[in-house]
């Protein structure tokens, strides 16, 4: 049986996964009424090929995506043998270019000349101006903007390993309430949830938001020198991509068993505004009403205006990407999607608190990837 935080490999996509996800991605690029989606290296490129390229250089690398035509991937000669390597490449027809040779003469006939395309944000500009010069006739719009939810909703191996990525962060935290806080920088912290993320089976750590006393007014402060003292109120932000999916969780702490009247004040009413979030997910409900919902708590509690940032981002492949859980964001929640529900409260020069679970919409309301006590842990 796995000890706690770690778990099974999990299985590997297969060529089958990739070809489903490529159909998908067509079809929806029909629907949005573009003539295909032309993807770069990055997030995208990963999540429809399994391909992502070991070095991202000035070299022309796309993805080519059209109703009724077979996938393309476009890739620099140099670069085909691990292209040829990634899970997904059987799904794809791989079609190189040689330096010396123009890139861009390799794209223009699987491109419409007066379509218009959807293209992922992190595609080289320098790409997107090499294809409009050679078809000028062509339209252009990113992902984010057309497609926001392309990634968004998770099949069951990403839930998954999402799941075992939370589960893998909650180990870390109930490893760093048995570390020693006083007398320690904030680095030095960061430093053993780092060493812990990577203990319990994570490959990447993306960041350790180590916040005392003051510094945790700052949502996203990054640690340093400062010392941590007794008495200090302490966020912990962290995570990272283990099995190449993220974690994501935010717990606040305080150092000794002294908690000032208001630091337990606002630590509760974070934790009611959390909950009561959670408790609203469930499908069809707009990712704005998440947010509505657990600024209205915050707020009746007199702490509206200092609750300063959305109340959570979808995660996947990157710890931040759709859905976004912010005012103005009608995109209703559809089983499988995945994002965090982070509240806070931000007093300046004083302390903050935030409580973050990563949560999943299943049919019935939400499940949580976080499982660790909400409560105000306390560190020696």
């Known amino acids: 049986m796995p000890a706690p935080g770690e778990s099974r490999m999990p299985r590997p996509f297969t060529a089958e996964d990739y070809r489903t996800r490529l159909d998908r991605a067509t079809a929806a690029a029909t629907a949005a009424g573009l003539a295909g989606l032309v993807v770069g290296p990055g997030p995208d490129l990963v999540h429809l090929t399994g391909y992502r390229p070991t070095a991202i250089t000035e070299r022309l ?26 899970e997904g490449a059987p799904a794809v027809r791989l079609l190189d270019w040689t330096d010396g ?29 090499g294809l409009q010069s050679a078809l000028p006739g062509t339209g252009w719009t990113s992902l984010t903007e057309t497609l926001p939810m392309l990634r968004a909703v998770k099949g069951p191996d990403e839930l998954e390993r999402l799941a075992a990525a939370g589960g893998a962060a909650d180990a870390a935290y109930r490893g760093i309430l048995e570390v020693e806080f006083a007398g320690r920088r904030e680095t030095d912290v960061a430093a053993d949830l780092s060493a812990l993320l990577i203990q319990y089976g994570h490959s990447q750590v993306d960041f350790t938001v180590v916040g005392s006393g003051p ?9 340093g020198e400062r010392i941590i003292g007794a008495g200090d109120t302490v966020v912990l932000d962290f995570g990272g991509l283990k099995d190449g999916y993220g974690s994501d969780t935010t717990r606040t702490v305080h150092v000794g068993t002294d908690v000032p009247d208001e630091v337990r004040k606002v630590h509760d009413v974070v934790r009611q505004a959390q909950q009561t979030a959670f408790e609203a997910v469930r499908p069809g409900i707009a990712c704005q009403e998440i947010d509505r919902i657990a600024r209205r708590v915050i707020t009746e509690a007199g702490y509206g205006e200092y ?37 806070g409260v931000y007093l300046p020069g004083r302390f903050g608190v935030r409580i973050e679970d990563i949560v999943t919409v299943t049919e019935q309301g939400g499940r949580r990837f976080n499982n660790t006590p909400h409560e105000l842990g306390i560190v020696s």
């Open 61 to 86: 690398t796309a993805l080519v995506l059209t109703a009724g035509r077979e996938p393309v991937l476009i890739v620099p000669a140099l670069e085909r043998p691990d292209a040829e390597r990634a």
């Open 101 to 129: 040779q123009d890139p861009y003469a390799a794209a223009v006939p699987l491109l419409d000349p007066a379509g218009r395309y959807g293209v992922s944000d992190n595609t080289w500009a320098m790409h997107l101006l």
């Open 215 to 223: 510094n945790g007014a700052n949502p996203h402060h990054e640690a």
């Open 307 to 343: 609750f300063i940032h959305r109340t959570g981002h979808g995660i996947g492949i990157t710890t931040h990407e759709p859905p976004y859980l912010v005012e103005g964001e009608q995109q209703p929640l559809v089983p499988g999607m995945c994002f965090s529900i982070e509240p």
